[in-house]
């Protein structure tokens, strides 16, 4: 089975701030990778797929990258609604497996 | 636009089966792939499973033994059903439409709003 590492798990960061999360797979997965972002208490929203697609209607201060088994999702310039969890997501082999999370918050 | 509500019990005693329904409005569920995901209280998401669109289906390895995922055309439904729970099982679970039409892209939009379910006696 291929494991899904995202670091950091937690991130402070202030408004304006641009920040990088890192998501690493234990094998090869080409360009399978997905983004979701997770408010309190609602579902996951798909951000970024096949590593750097934006998401329709997603801002484009997001960004991905990565290919293999090293991905960055990149906020450019955090706004107050951009604090949220972000998860990483394997879509390869037809197996699912997501990444443990990032909380980013507000310092 | 497409909307997905999962509805069943929210309380399921240990040793029991988990019966979970996504009810699929504003689409049909026809020609695309559907996937379970649960969120444990304050923990990270976990893959369930898949049923794809053009037949079969595929699980997490550790859930394997114990799930079965289905859909129902004539009533737009997908389901869930997870045996033998323990307080382990005890999560939020979402239902998840794959993204792309005739495909199994593995991008999981849209979600349902997602059901709690609590395993305790």
């Known amino acids: 089975d291929i494991q899904m590492t995202q670091s950091p798990s937690s991130l402070s960061a202030s408004v304006g701030d641009r920040v990088t999360i890192t998501c690493r797979a234990s094998?090869?997965?080409?360009?399978?990778l997905n983004w979701y972002q997770q408010k309190p208490g609602l579902a996951p929203k798909l951000l970024i797929y096949?590593?750097?697609t934006l998401h329709g209607g997603v801002p484009s201060r997001f960004s991905g990258s990565g290919s293999g088994t090293d991905f960055t999702l990149t906020i450019s310039s955090l706004q107050p609604e951009d604090f949220a969890t972000y998860y990483c997501?394997?879509?390869?082999?037809?197996?699912?497996?997501f990444g443990q999370g990032t909380k980013l918050e507000i310092k | 636009q497409v909307q997905l509500q999962e509805s069943g019990p929210g309380l399921v005693k240990p040793s029991e089966t988990l019966s979970l329904t996504c009810n699929v409005s504003?689409?049909?569920?026809?020609?695309?792939?559907w996937t379970w995901i649960r969120q444990p209280p304050g923990k990270g998401l976990e893959w369930i499973g898949s049923?794809?669109?053009?037949?079969?289906?595929n699980y997490n390895p550790s859930l394997k033994s114990r799930v079965t995922i289905s859909v129902d055309t004539s009533k737009n439904q997908v389901s869930l059903r997870l045996t033998s729970v323990t307080a382990a099982d005890t999560a939020v679970y979402y239902c998840?439409?794959?993204?792309?039409?005739?495909?199994?892209?593995?991008?999981?939009?849209?979600w349902g709003l997602g059901t709690l379910v609590t395993v305790s006696s």
């Open positions: 504003g689409g049909s569920i026809s020609s695309f792939s």
């Open positions: 096949t590593a750097s």
């Open positions: 997501q394997k879509s390869s082999g037809r197996e699912y497996t």
């Open positions: 049923i794809f669109y053009s037949g079969g289906a």
């Open positions: 094998q090869s997965i080409s360009g399978y």
């Open positions: 998840a439409r794959d993204a792309r039409y005739s495909t199994s892209s593995g991008e999981f939009d849209p």
